[in-house]
Each structure stands twice: as structure tokens, then as C-alpha cells.
């Protein structure tokens, strides 16, 4: 169990590492380089690298931005063999829904709570 948060350190603290010299050495926005990063998870998934890595290394990499990225592309290939075409589109938006959701309700409440800075 120790070994598994572990490696659940290192892969997360990896793919934190991998952002921050983007924001560092790339000189890339915020913006840029979330997109990035999920498009990199997205990718992994389609290839099949990243549920091996979920297996591996857990909450290292199912909690970083890159996760989304595969929960995108894994709901839709997902429902594309059940559904095809318009399963495509359904199956993203079904299996991220939940943190889409959060992160929209409490992006409100903390606007609602604290003020703007700019």
C-alpha cells in the first residue's frame, strides 16, 4: 500500500511538473496549458496508455486535468460502440457531467462569496 501512494505521488507530481514548465519554459498562458494537458490525456486514452496508468499510479492521475481528458474521449468511444455517431457526442457529456457541473456551481458560490480582484 505504501509503494501505491508512492507511485501515486510521482505520476501526479509528474504531470504537475510537466504544466508548470509549461507555464515556466514554454512561456504558455494558463489557458493554453490546461487545454494542453487535457488534449495530452485525451490522446493517451485514445492510444489505451492512460487506464494503465489509472491502474498504476490511482488518484496521481485520475485527480490531475489530465483525467478529464481521458474521461472524454473514454465516454465517447465508449458510447460510439453502443450508439455510433450521436453516442459520440452523448457519451462525452455523460460521463463528465458530474465535474462540469461542480466546477460550474461552485465557480458560482465562490463569485457570489468573494470579491473580483480585477
Same mark, same amino acid.
Given at each position: 500500500? &505504501?509503494? +501505491?501512494?508512492?507511485?501515486?505521488? @510521482? ?9 508548470? !514548465? ?11 496549458? &490546461?487545454?494542453? &494537458? ?12 492512460? /487506464? ?21 474521449? %473514454?465516454?465517447? !468511444?465508449? /458510447?460510439? $460502440?453502443? %450508439?455510433? !455517431? @450521436?453516442?459520440?457526442? #452523448?457519451? +462525452?457529456? /455523460?460521463? #463528465?457531467?458530474?465535474? =462540469?457541473?461542480?466546477? =460550474? @456551481? ?8 468573494? $470579491?473580483? $480582484?480585477?
Amino acid at each position: 500500500m &505504501l509503494a +501505491m501512494f508512492f507511485w501515486s505521488f @510521482i505520476v501526479g507530481g509528474f504531470i504537475c511538473m510537466l504544466g508548470q !514548465l509549461l507555464f515556466d519554459v514554454a512561456k504558455l498562458s494558463p489557458g493554453h496549458t &490546461l487545454s494542453l &494537458l487535457v488534449v495530452i490525456g485525451a490522446v493517451m486514452d485514445g492510444f489505451g496508455l492512460y /487506464e494503465p496508468l489509472i491502474d498504476f499510479a490511482g488518484a496521481g492521475a485520475t485527480i490531475p486535468i489530465t483525467s478529464f481528458g481521458n474521461s472524454l474521449v %473514454h465516454g465517447a !468511444l465508449q /458510447e460510439a $460502440k453502443a %450508439h455510433g !455517431l @450521436i453516442g459520440v457526442i #452523448t457519451g +462525452m457529456f /455523460e460521463v #463528465t457531467s458530474s465535474g =462540469i457541473s461542480s466546477a =460550474i @456551481i461552485f465557480a458560482f458560490i465562490g463569485a457570489l462569496l468573494f $470579491k473580483s $480582484k480585477g
